[in-house]
Nanobody, 115 residues
Framework: QVQLVESGGGLVQAGGSLRLSCAAS????????MGWYRQAPGKQRELVAA???????NYAASVKGRFTISRDNAKNTAYLQMNSLKPDDTAVYYC?????????WGQGTQVTVSS
């Protein structure tokens, strides 16, 4: 079983920065894919960024160049550094781990960007 706890969300002005953290407990291996998704009101949940064992990353086109995903395998923690935030980035951000074909989710953390 895997438990994920996100932190670091909040209210920020447009152009500002936030850093999200996702602490994982349970059997997390470096080969498991860790990622961040977001869901805005009235919209579907979408992939923001994902990272494999540490070197391969994937970003949504809308955040490429502004967001950076990273992970510390020793701490079982993933991070999402978000810079140059825009009001369109407002959403609940969820941490995700893909393990043997099963998705594990955190409870989500709210990010609100004011204009």
């Amino acid at each position: 079983q895997v438990q994920l706890v996100e932190s670091g969300g909040g209210l920020v002005q447009a152009g500002g920065s936030l850093r999200l953290s996702c602490a994982a407990s349970g059997r997390i291996f470096s080969a498991d894919v860790m990622g961040w998704y977001r869901q805005a009101p009235g919209k579907q949940r979408e992939l923001v960024a994902a990272i494999t064992s540490g070197t391969i990353t994937n970003y949504a086109a809308s955040v490429k160049g502004r967001f950076t995903i990273s992970r510390d395998n020793a701490k079982n923690t993933a991070y999402l550094q978000m810079n140059s935030l825009k009001p369109d980035d407002t959403a609940v951000y969820y941490c995700n781990v893909k393990k043997f074909g099963t998705d594990y989710w955190g409870q989500g953390t709210q990010v609100t960007v004011s204009s």
